[in-house]
Every structure is written in C-alpha cells, then in structure tokens.
C-alpha cells in the first residue's frame, strides 16, 4: 500500500511508490492515474486530483490490485498527449510492467477518441486491463460497445470548450485587452486590475539601455556579453524575484542571449501599444503556433505606459536591419555602413580598405561599381565608382549638424517655417480655409443623404419615373465622390500641415538635448542622419569639391543659410592652430614645388643652349 498524503503538492507529474514492493512484481503492476484540465485554476495541487487519488486508491485496495503507484497531471488538458504523469505511465507500459491502468473517467486518460481508440487496441496487444471506475468500463470483462462513444463524446466537449475559449479570446482581442498569458520583461500587472501594465523600473532601465546601445552602434551578440559579464539578471530571473509571470528556467540567472536582446528590441509594446493576433493554432489539438504577418496583427495604441519613444524604436530598427561588415579580420566595421547611397543608381555604398601604400582613411565606393574590363564592358546595371573617404564623409555630416542645430538655435520659429516649406500649404491661413472647405463639404454630404433618400422613396411610390430617378440618381453620386475625394485630400494637406510642425518639434528637441559637442559620435550619428547620398566627383576639375546631400531624421535634405562669421567663432583655439599648420605645411609644399620645377626648366634650357648639364648631380 502507499501513503497518498507522502505525494507532492506541485503541477508536475508524480510517480510515486514503493519500488522495492514493485520490484518483486515487475509485470504486475497497477497504475492509478489522475488528471485535472488546464482551465481549472487551482493554487498547488487541487482537491480534485486529491479525490481521484482516494477514489482510485479506495478501489485497488478492494479489488486487490497490488502493487499499485500514482501517476497524475495537475493542470493539463486532455487534449495534449505530453503530460509528464501520461508520459511517466507510457514508459512503464513500454518496460513491460504494467498489468492494470486505473482512472475516475475515461476522458481522463485524454479527449481525442482517435488517439484514445488506438491506446486501447495497444492496451489490449499488451494484456494490459483498463479500468474506468465511473464509466463502468473494464476490459478484462470483455469489450464495451459504448467506450468508442464515451471516447467521442469527451472530444466534443474538448471541441465545445475550445471554441468557447476562443471565442472569449477574439472578443479581448478586439476590445484591445491584453490576452497574453505573460507580460513582457520590463512590466508588471497592476495588482488592482490585472489588465493594466505598469512600468517596472528595475527592467525598465535595462531596456532603455539596450535600445541606446544599440543605437550607439552596438550588436546584439555584443549587447548580450556585456549584460552577461555585468552581470545583469535576464528577463526570466528578474521576473522570479519580482514575482512575475515569465517561465522560470534558466541555468545561470546572469546568462543573456542574442535572441533574448533581438526578442526585446523588436517587441512594439515598448511604445506604449497592445499588439493582439500575433500568433494562432490551426487546430484545439495542435500545439504548433504559427505567426501573422503585421498586417493581420491587431495594434491599439497607448494602452499602458511607454518604455522607449517611437523616434528611438524606429532608429533601434533600421539600424538592426543594417548588417555591418569588416573589409578586414583586422578592422572593424565602419558605423556608417548602411546610411551611405549613391546618387546616380540609388545603392548602397560598400565599406573598403584603403589600397597599399594609400594610408589607414579607408572608403566607400558605390556597390554596383565594376572596373572597366572585357568581362563587365557590355553588361547592364552598373555604376561608377563615386569614391569617398570616411573622414571627409564624417566631417561633412559633423559640420552638417553643427550648422543646423546653431541655426535652430538662435532662429526655432523660422526653422520651422522652413521645414514647412516642403508641404502644399505653407501658411496659417490657408490652413484655416482649407478647413473651413472640409467643414462646407461634409456639410454637404450630410445634405446628400437625406437628399438621395427622398429621391428613392420618391421612386418607390412612383412619384418620380426611371428615366428621371437615374438621371438625378448619377448626378448626385458623382457629387457625393467628388466629395470624398476633396475632402480626403484637403484632411491629407492639414494633417501634412500638422506633421511638419510636430517633426520640427522633434528635431528641435534632439538639438536641445546635445548642448555641446566637438566630435561625431556613434549616437549623434544614428540619431540626426536618415541617409547621405553621394555624388560623383567631377573629373574635369581636380579642385571641384565633392557634393553630398545629407538627409537629416524628421526634417530630411533642409537648406539652412550659413553666416560664415559665427562658423569661425565656433573654431576653438587649437582648431584655429591646426588649421593654421596645415596651411602652413601646404604653402611649404608648394614652394618646393616651385623651387624644383624653376631648376628643371633652368637645366632643360642649359642643354638646349650649351649641350652641358650645369647641375651633374640632378
């Protein structure tokens, strides 16, 4: 006999017994098995599994099935067939000592009346005797022409739960509820209303930095080192010291990986947004989970409390798509791999090394380019160099930026006139009448519908003919289209309108939050430059600068008047000393050029004139 009350009290399945009484009868034993469904919502191990035990217990002692172990699964459904305690039960079918398996109800053992069908006919190749207590059903009594039914029944009550379940599931996800089982790492369920997400700060502070590490140009391989070595805890060990709801298991509490820190940067609940619908299962009895794509994908906005701003998920994106490559085992990866195209064909520039012998500034030339040969000399599609260093690339976007934040500066209300400029509506005013154009319009199509309404009751009676109807009929539907069409164009220019004040806005505020800076770093980088398209040099005049159209983030391509007096005031003392070397040096230069040209033509003209070389050592 064993002691029921020695069993665990957890979810997972238990085997329990005495394997020493077992041993003694290896192929003659009992197994009593009890299983409570996963929609039942119990804390520890329910009294209900706890009254299938006694039961099954109660009647192996009465009809001497000795000896007899439990097995069970506490919060499983019927419907999976990879319960612990079932999968416990199969491999001591498979050892070959199993005589008799007990259970309350035959739905017990599982709802799918196939896979339960099967089971039977396995039981009985075995010699193995199933007993279903309530059911009445014992197979060493001979068949029962009602178990197939009984079988079919209990999946119809699988499938009748299922789609009632889900059918609860679709409204939440309409009405924009949270239906996920868990809550992503950097939140916690307010415990006032569980359907509320509140900022957990303690997460929240490891979010925000791994988006601005990967903003300042780290990778995801990079990221999770660093977290892992500072020991930071990952989400499934945080979530267990503040009682969250994530899966514990784990090996190292401290151990980060690249698809933990990939997972956290593409999830959009950061911004504030419920995201419904993100996957499905065919089938109740299937447990493969397949992905909608974001279109199918229900999004309600500001649900909860954001974690990062759109500005910094949108940038944490593009730069997590650009995939960086070093020219060199040796050298690594140029950060402005991915912002870089050329002007002529509209491709990427490609990330080089320099060439021997032309020092360590390395390039990038446009990645259609293909030196002119026999092999690529009649093929379509390529392009031609549109060489550039990566210093002068750097400077330009530095000087760039200097330039604009200056100019917001000291004249915000015209920056924002300027960017502005761009759209269909450049005024107040205009805006104004375009919306009083909107309100005459809907005005109108309100008229419209009582008018089309009478028109058809007028038809019906036949106070209006046909011929009539359909002439009045089309008139008024092509009004009521042309209609439409104004009115969503108009509500497209003002909400323009609106956008570029609300951009400008935000490009300001990132110019404000960099009050001085003297060096291009990796994050001033990624966070004022959409994209820089490079020109091709004009060969015809070797002092031709090079041009570069640099698209700022929120405002793009923007022309900004340059006052040349306040650019020299921002040139520090030293700045004005190197630069004033460098002219130094290039004056140097060019006098020994000089010099030396002076002597050649000199010794050029003594041979010409003497027949003698007055310089023997030239």
């Not at 805006?431 to 909107?438: A, F, L, Y």
């Not at 497209?492 to 003297?518: H, P």
Request: hydrophobic residues 35%; charged residues 30%; proline residues 3%.
């Amino acid at each position: 006999m064993y002691n029921v009350n020695s069993l665990p009290s957890n979810s997972a399945a238990s085997v329990l017994g005495c394997r020493k009484e077992a041993d003694m009868n290896k192929h003659n034993l009992t197994i009593l098995y009890s299983r409570l469904s996963v929609d039942d919502d119990r804390d520890g191990e329910s009294g209900s599994i706890q009254n299938q035990k006694m039961l099954l217990e109660t009647y192996a002692e009465r009809n001497d099935l000795k000896p007899y172990i439990h097995a069970s699964d506490d919060g499983y459904s019927g419907t999976g067939w990879d319960r612990p305690g079932w999968q416990k039960v199969v491999e001591e079918i498979e050892a070959g000592r199993v005589k008799n398996i007990v259970v309350k109800n035959l739905d017990r053992i599982g709802r799918d009346y196939l896979r339960v069908g099967l089971l039977m006919e396995m039981l009985t190749e075995k010699s193995i005797t199933l007993i279903a207590v309530q059911d009445g059903i014992d197979t060493s009594r001979g068949e029962d022409d009602f178990t197939p039914f009984r079988a079919i029944l209990a999946e119809w009550y699988a499938r009748d739960c299922s789609k009632k379940i889900r059918a609860i599931f679709r409204a939440k996800e309409q009405d924009g509820k949270h239906v996920s089982p868990a809550v992503p790492y950097g939140y916690l369920r307010d415990k006032e209303d569980k359907q509320m997400w509140v900022v957990d700060e303690g997460a929240a502070v490891t979010v925000r930095r791994i988006f601005n590490m990967i903003i300042d140009g780290y990778g995801v391989a990079q990221i999770a080192k660093i977290l892992t070595e500072e020991k930071v805890l990952n989400p499934s060990a945080h979530s267990q010291t503040v009682g969250g709801e994530m899966n514990h298991h784990y090996s190292d509490p401290h151990q980060w990986r690249s698809t933990t820190v990939a997972t956290i940067i593409e999830r959009r609940e950061y911004l504030g947004h419920t995201i419904n619908r993100k996957s499905y299962t065919d089938s109740y009895k299937s447990k493969q989970r397949k992905f909608t794509s974001k279109d199918e994908q229900l999004v309600f906005e500001n649900t909860h409390p954001a974690i990062v701003s759109e500005e910094v998920w949108s940038n944490a994106q593009r730069l997590r798509r650009t995939i960086r490559r070093s020219p060199k085992s040796d050298m690594p990866p140029s950060r402005l791999t991915g912002l870089l195209f050329c002007k002529d064909c509209g491709a990427k520039m490609t990330y080089r090394a320099s060439a021997p012998g032309h020092g360590d500034h390395n390039e990038f030339v446009c990645s259609r380019y293909r030196k002119q040969s026999t092999v690529y000399a009649d093929r379509e599609g390529y392009c031609t160099q549109h060489y550039i260093r990566v210093p002068l690339v750097e400077e330009a976007i530095l000087f760039t930026i200097k330039t604009v934040a200056k100019y917001v500066l000291k004249n915000e209300a015209d920056f924002i006139e300027r960017v502005r400029e761009s759209s269909v509506i450049r005024q107040r005013e205009s805006v104004k009448e375009t919306r009083k154009k909107i309100t005459k319009a809907e005005k109108r199509q309100g008229e419209l519908i009582a008018v089309v309404k009478k028109l058809l009751e007028a038809n019906a009676t036949g106070r209006i003919p046909d011929s009539h109807f359909d002439k009045m009929f089309t008139e008024y539907a092509d009004e009521q289209e042309s209609l439409d069409k104004n009115i969503a164009e108009w509500k497209k220019q003002v909400a323009d309108f609106d956008n570029d004040g609300t951009r400008a806005d935000k490009f300001i505020e990132l110019v404000k939050s960099y009050t001085e800076f003297t060096e291009l770093s990796t994050q001033m980088l990624n966070e004022f430059i959409d994209k820089v398209y490079i020109h091709e040099r004009d060969k015809t005049s070797r002092r031709a600068p090079r041009k570069l159209d640099i698209y700022l983030n929120f405002i793009g391509n923007i022309s900004i008047p340059i006052d040349e007096s306040d650019l020299v005031e921002e040139l520090s003392a030293e700045e004005l000393e190197k630069l004033e070397r460098q002219r130094q040096r290039a004056n140097e230069r060019c006098r020994a050029y000089r010099a030396r040209k002076k002597e050649r033509i000199a010794a050029e003209k003594a041979v010409a004139e003497n027949g003698k070389n007055p310089n023997p050592a030239a």
